[in-house]
């Protein structure tokens, strides 16, 4: 069974940074690409930035040069760094894994910007 466990959400003011973290259990971490998606309220949930096997990386164009996905495979845990944080960045966000052809999700962990 593939867990899924986010952290690192909080409330920041415009422009300042946060860090957050999900880490796995339960699956071959190394050979699955990641993800982080959002939904904010009212909205669909939709995809921030991937991460291959490989370390090869894609972004949704409303964070590029600002959010940056990276994996430790040692600590089977995906990073997400947010810097230059928007109001418009205020969302659930979470995390997620294909195992198997299984479709795994986090529980999400909040992001609040304040203007």
């Known amino acids: 069974q593939v867990q899924l466990v986010e952290s690192g959400g909080g409330l920041v003011q415009a422009g300042e940074s946060l860090r957050l973290s999900c880490a796995a259990s339960g699956s071959t971490f190394r050979q699955n690409a990641m993800a982080w998606y959002r939904q904010a309220p009212g909205k669909q949930r939709e995809l921030v930035a991937t991460?291959?096997?490989?370390?090869?990386?894609n972004y949704t164009d409303s964070v590029k040069g600002r959010f940056t996905i990276s994996r430790d495979n040692a600590k089977n845990t995906v990073y997400l760094q947010m810097n230059s944080l928007k109001p418009e960045d205020t969302a659930v966000y979470y995390c997620?894994?294909?195992?198997?052809?299984?479709?795994?999700w986090g529980q999400g962990t909040q992001v609040t910007v304040s203007s």
């Open positions: 991460i291959t096997s490989g370390g090869s990386t």
């Open positions: 997620y894994l294909v195992s198997s052809l299984v479709v795994y």
